[in-house]
Structure formats: structure tokens, C-alpha cells
């Protein structure tokens, strides 16, 4: 039916072309992302390669999804079905439960966990403080929609203010942490011995404004090439 009525709409009037045309005029981008021909996809196969190699261990690595929604990258991981977990509470992975609840019974570590669940400061947080408790050593955490460009995109677009998580990750204690400029912004953790995550009550009531003015500046932003550097490092 909506089909149907669309139809009848002038094309000027439709909300796909409103969002295409009027909204680059309204929202202003306040940084542009590399053109690097790599989406998190492409990023976290390469990522997985690499942590394969690294330890000759053959493709032998566990990896968790939190957010696989209809398993757009979850698929395109390529290891064996029981080497790969993916939570979500409505669709995608293989564990049909929110990631609060996953860790609550998990008592598996994973090489790399990659986090795209519930897209809020808080839940992200968590999300991020019990994936750094299930973490194998040398194991890296990746984390999407850390680099929202404007306004738009951090309210109603998904990437909400999981920037405020980078923020707290960048002077955290004995975590390594750069943000690739790709693909909305993939985030690398490489948590060191006896890390601690510094929580930063001040960023609850923060605004997209204060990302850019307070916090962009201090952010590890790098390319593909240097994250896949950073990735290598020991
Ligand atoms: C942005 S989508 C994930 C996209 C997918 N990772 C990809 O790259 O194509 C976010 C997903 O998180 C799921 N989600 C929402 N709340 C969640 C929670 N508390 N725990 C785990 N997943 C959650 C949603 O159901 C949705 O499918």
C-alpha cells in the first residue's frame, strides 16, 4: 500500500530525497572520512588475517559480534560455525539475547570482538568494559560509528553518542586505542596488562557540539594503512 501511494508523490516531496539534498545543506559535515576502499567488513576480515598470522594460529580464533542485525558481516567472517558468536536481540548471530545478557552466562574469551549493538554512551560502555573481561591476550576489540560527521547523523542517524566511549577510551589506563578513519569511524582497542577503563561522568550531558570543539582534536584518528600498522605492532 505504501508502495502504492508513493506513487502519487512528486519525487521533490519524498523523504529519501529530502534526506539526499536538503540535509548536506542543513547538517554540515565537520571532517570528511579517507577514501580508503575499505568498509568495516573489509576491515575486520583484514583484521582477522592479521591476528591469524601473527600467531600462526591458522584461522583458529574465536570471534564475537554484539549487533549483527541481518548478518551483513557476521556472514563474511571466515571462520568455522562454532569459532564465531553473534548476539542480537532481534535478528541475525546466533545467540537471540541482548549483549547484558550474553555476558552474564558467557564464560568464553574471544581473539576479537567486534562491538555494533545498541548505539548509546551507556550501553556501549558496558558493552565495551565485559568485552575487555573475555578478551584473549593479543586480542583486539573493533568498534563501529565512533566518527559521527554532523548532527544528523549522532541523533537520528545510528552512530547515536558512542563518540563519548572514545573519549573515555583515549585516556583510559594501559588501553592502546586509535579510531580508523573509515566507514563512519571503526575504533581499534588493544588493551594492555592491567588496564583500566576510566569512566568521564562529564560526557553524559555532552552535545555533538562539544565532540567537535572539545574532544575531536584529541582523538588518535588514523588511516586504514596506519591502523593496519597499529594492529600489527606488539
Ligand atoms: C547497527 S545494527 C548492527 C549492524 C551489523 N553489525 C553490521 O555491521 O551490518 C545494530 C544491531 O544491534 C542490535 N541491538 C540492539 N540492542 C542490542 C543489545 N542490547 N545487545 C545486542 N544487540 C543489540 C539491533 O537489534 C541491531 O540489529
Same mark, same amino acid.
Given at each position: ?22 540535509? @548536506? ?27 591469524? #598470522? ?34 542480537? @536481540? ?8 541482548? #549483549? ?11 581473539? =576479537? ?17 565485559? #568485552? =575487555?573481561?573475555? =578478551? ?13 560527521? *554532523? ?22 589506563? *594501559? ?24 569512566? *568521564? ?7 555533538? *557540539? ?25
Amino acid at each position: 500500500m505504501k508502495k502504492f501511494i508513493k506513487l502519487f508523490i512528486p519525487p521533490i516531496l519524498l523523504p529519501s530525497f529530502i534526506k539526499k539534498f536538503y540535509h @548536506p545543506l542543513i547538517y554540515k559535515n565537520k571532517f570528511n572520512y579517507d577514501n580508503s576502499l575499505y568498509n568495516r567488513g573489509a576491515f575486520i576480515n583484514r583484521s582477522i588475517i592479521k591476528l591469524s #598470522s601473527k600467531n600462526n594460529r591458522n584461522f583458529n580464533l574465536k570471534y564475537l559480534e554484539i549487533g549483527c542485525e541481518y548478518n551483513q558481516i557476521f556472514n563474511t567472517i571466515p571462520l568455522e560455525k562454532g569459532m564465531k558468536i553473534g548476539v542480537d @536481540p532481534e535478528r541475525g548471530g546466533t545467540h537471540r539475547q541482548t #549483549s547484558d545478557d550474553f555476558f552474564k552466562n558467557n564464560n568464553t574469551k574471544f581473539d =576479537l570482538i567486534f562491538i555494533d549493538g545498541l548505539h548509546t554512551y551507556e550501553q556501549c560502555q558496558k558493552d565495551v568494559i565485559n #568485552s =575487555l573481561n573475555f =578478551l584473549n591476550e593479543g586480542g583486539i576489540i573493533l568498534l563501529h560509528d565512533m566518527l559521527p560527521q *554532523n548532527s544528523y547523523e549522532e541523533k537520528n542517524h545510528r552512530s547515536g553518542d558512542v563518540w563519548k566511549v572514545a573519549v573515555e577510551l583515549q585516556l583510559s589506563k *594501559n588501553i592502546e586505542f586509535k579510531i580508523a578513519n573509515v566507514d563512519c569511524g571503526v575504533g581499534i582497542i588493544k588493551p594492555q596488562p592491567n588496564h583500566k577503563y576510566f569512566k *568521564n561522568d562529564k560526557l553524559l550531558h555532552s552535545k555533538y *557540539n562539544d565532540f567537535i570543539s572539545d574532544y575531536f582534536k584529541d582523538l588518535q584518528i588514523v588511516s586504514c594503512e596506519e591502523a593496519f600498522k597499529f594492529i600489527d605492532k606488539d
